[in-house]
């Protein structure tokens, strides 16, 4: 599991979450200020219990954007990866930075997200923990954090069994079965000392893939 679905199933068994009286909630708690607006409080909890504390620890949708395009301005992305925070400029508000939640999926014209403090009735201060789907053509701006070790992981690349060896090495039996058997040949231009490929380019999802199909026997 890549740290962003890390964070995503920590949010996902909060779905259908609702605060208590005066605004209260475990996420305020955790954070230290209750009674007021916590979207930002949940999604600071969620990295927490994923074990990737943010950098910086606020309540506001907004500090949170700025100290990121002060001080890791190459965390704030024009596309996200699974488990990022958006940041929403949502329409006919006052603000432009007036919620946030953590990015499932989108398409040319809907966004997914797991959101705090949300309701079909009140995008931005709804009360309740739920995965939501908007247009996005109904949007202002949206802003996509990726903060530092999450694109990371997500992007790893492996060109050779070498790489794979060092660090995926659960999969280097599976990958040099796939060679031998001439399933897999790299891009061809690239060899290792031994004559095996050198430019897999196999990211860790492709690596898993072929693994659980290794064990299923599909490759026998």
Known sequence: ?????????????????????????K???????QGKPWCMEAVQYW?????????????????LLRWYLTNQ????????VRGCIIIFDLPKTKYDTDHTGLFVRKTDTKITSIDGNTSNGNDANGGWVQQRTRDIKKLENLWY????????EIMKRYDSIAEISDGAPWATETVAKLIDK??????GKMRDAQGRPADLDLSEDMLRLLVINDR???YN
């Not at 301005?73 to 024009?78: A, Q, S």
């Not at 954090?145 to 990371?152: A, K, T």
């Not at 001439?182 to 891009?187: A, I, Q, S, T, V």
Request: net charge negative.
């Open 27 to 33: 996420y305020g708690e955790w954070y230290g200020l």
């Open 73 to 80: 301005p190459d965390c704030v992305r024009t596309e996200p």
């Open 47 to 63: 990295y927490h219990e994923a074990g990737l504390d943010l950098p910086y620890k606020t309540a506001s949708c907004g500090e």
């Open 182 to 187: 001439k399933y897999l040949g790299g891009r």
């Open 216 to 218: 299923a026997g599909i």
């Open 145 to 152: 954090i990726v903060p530092r070790g999450l694109e990371d």
């Open 1 to 25: 599991m890549t740290r962003g679905e890390n964070v995503l199933s920590v949010a996902v068994r909060d779905v259908g979450y609702h605060e208590s009286s005066g605004t209260r909630t």
